[in-house]
């Protein structure tokens, strides 16, 4: 007898920040503001990615967008007097998501929708930014299933991604939602036994 294998469940993960206003409002309302335009992106993005398929009617029913709590953090790094930073994690998944192979050549081109996102709010990345400086959004692409990517333009996975409790926090969040919670078996286990 022979069993199908199961498709793996690839997941796209990104994290936003921001600590200064943008002309959408202070940080908090560019953060909401951007998470629709986000949404949008990726649909589209993944559209392309499925243009061999016939249904595209229904691939933004199949995508699932797990948001985090919105998370206030202190500045990491340099200039230390700028304000807090808010962060939040998106982790995107779904049935014909799965269906598109991570590959560097998509995950370069979502990257470069969502730098323009990122100049529709009012972040000019160059050669006048300072490192971890104030910022009215920033846009991370974290990881994207087991892809591993080293261009000038994207590092996949983030090569600071274990290192950043903004990042961590709000992703263990929303992993926590999405994938259930275990079980204990046994209230206490003596493990020497």
Not at 64 to 88: C, R, V, Y
Not at 107 to 118: G, Q, R, T, V, W
């Amino acid at each position: 007898m022979t069993y199908a294998k199961p498709v793996p469940k690839w997941k796209l993960i990104i994290a936003i920040g921001a600590n200064i206003p943008s002309k959408f409002g202070n940080p908090i309302t560019t953060l909401t503001s951007i998470r629709p335009e986000i949404e949008k992106n990726i649909y589209e993005w993944n559209i392309s990615c499925n243009i061999p398929k016939k249904d595209l009617q229904n691939i933004d029913k199949s995508l699932s967008f797990n948001w985090s709590s919105l998370f206030e953090t202190d500045p990491l790094g340099s200039p230390i007097s700028q304000p807090n930073f808010i962060n939040a994690v998106l982790v995107v998944d779904g049935e014909d998501f799965s269906s598109v192979l991570p590959q560097e050549k998509s995950a370069i081109a979502l990257m470069k929708k969502l730098l323009d996102l990122e100049k529709i709010f009012g972040r000019e990345r160059g050669k006048k930014e300072i490192i971890w400086g104030p910022r009215t959004i920033d846009i991370d692409l974290l990881s994207w299933g087991e892809l591993q990517v080293k261009t000038e333009d994207l590092i996949l996975p983030h090569p600071r991604l274990t290192e950043r409790n903004f990042v961590l926090i709000p992703l263990s969040e929303v992993l926590a939602k999405t994938q259930g919670k275990p079980r204990q078996i046994e209230s206490h286990t003596n493990w020497s036994e």
